[in-house]
């Protein structure tokens, strides 16, 4: 009688559905063959990421008590063929429920057509990024909507309005304000720097930073 540990994998967070669905057919295949199940460790990381930490986690139990690594699909453990065979010679066995006949030749054979995939995937969304690119900027305001922009103008004030060391340069200008009568933009940010006020990043004063400031 085999025993597994099961590993399932979605890449964000928000994919739970696609990790129900793993955990079901790792059941299912159990109930089918009258295996052991020991555990089933679930991680939500980029496949590209070959660090995870549960999936190390369940390698290393695999290795230490003779389980074998049980997937669904062999995209859920890598799409990269040499990450694969990297697994297999430091003894990790394998079992694919989708590659059944999962073994040396066909590890090659489907680690290289995911590895394939994954580049595909990767060089169509950058065509489709530059073609977007060419008629419209990414990442600019004007391609927000007029309530995104208010929203972002707004955030964008309260973080200013809330900052300690906003608030204190912004008391420093009211006192020197009171104190003169006037504002000098130039003579602000000069003692400003000198009694060592900061902006809201950290940076020293300009006589444009305390312009808007006020």
Same mark, same amino acid.
């Given at each position: 009688?085999?025993?597994?540990?099961?590993?399932?994998?979605?890449?964000?967070?928000?994919?739970? /559905?696609?990790?129900?669905?793993?955990? &079901?057919? /790792?059941?299912?295949? /159990?109930?089918?063959?009258?295996?052991?199940? =020991? $555990?089933?460790?679930?991680?939500?990381?980029?496949?590209k990421n070959n660090n995870r930490v549960k999936l190390e986690y369940a390698t &290393?139990?695999?290795?230490?008590?003779?389980?074998? #690594?049980?997937?669904?699909?062999?995209?859920?453990?890598?799409?990269?063929?040499?990450?694969?065979?990297?697994?297999?010679?430091?003894? =990790?066995?394998?079992?694919?429920?989708?590659?059944?006949? #999962?073994?040396? #030749?066909? !590890?090659?054979?489907?680690?290289? =057509?995911?590895?394939? $995939?994954?580049?595909?995937?990767?060089?169509?969304?950058?065509? @489709?990024?530059?073609? =977007?690119?060419?008629?419209?900027? !990414?990442?600019?305001? $004007?391609?927000?909507?007029? $309530? @995104?922009?208010?929203?972002?103008?707004?955030? /964008?004030?309260?973080?200013?309005?809330?900052?300690?060391?906003?608030?204190? @340069?912004?008391?420093?200008?009211?006192?020197?304000?009171?104190?003169?009568?006037?504002?000098?933009?130039?003579?602000?940010?000069?003692? !400003?720097?000198?009694?060592?006020?900061?902006?809201?990043?950290?940076?020293?004063?300009?006589?444009?930073?305390?312009?808007?400031?006020?």
């Amino acid at each position: 009688m085999e025993k597994y540990i099961g590993y399932v994998r979605t890449s964000t967070g928000k994919q739970v /559905i696609g990790l129900d669905e793993q955990t &079901n057919k /790792i059941y299912q295949f /159990i109930q089918s063959t009258g295996d052991t199940l =020991v $555990e089933i460790v679930t991680e939500q990381q980029s496949g590209k990421n070959n660090n995870r930490v549960k999936l190390e986690y369940a390698t &290393n139990l695999c290795i230490k008590h003779g389980y074998t #690594l049980l997937f669904t699909k062999l995209d859920r453990l890598s799409r990269e063929v040499e990450f694969l065979f990297t697994l297999r010679n430091k003894g =990790v066995k394998l079992k694919c429920i989708e590659l059944p006949e #999962l073994n040396t #030749l066909t !590890l090659g054979i489907f680690g290289s =057509v995911a590895q394939w $995939e994954r580049e595909l995937i990767s060089s169509r969304t950058k065509a @489709a990024l530059s073609q =977007v690119r060419l008629h419209k900027k !990414l990442g600019t305001p $004007e391609n927000l909507t007029l $309530e @995104a922009r208010t929203k972002g103008a707004q955030s /964008i004030k309260s973080n200013r309005l809330e900052n300690e060391n906003w608030k204190k @340069a912004k008391m420093f200008i009211d006192h020197f304000q009171m104190k003169h009568g006037y504002i000098n933009y130039n003579e602000i940010s000069r003692q !400003l720097n000198q009694n060592g006020y900061k902006t809201r990043n950290g940076c020293k004063f300009s006589s444009g930073i305390v312009r808007r400031l006020v």
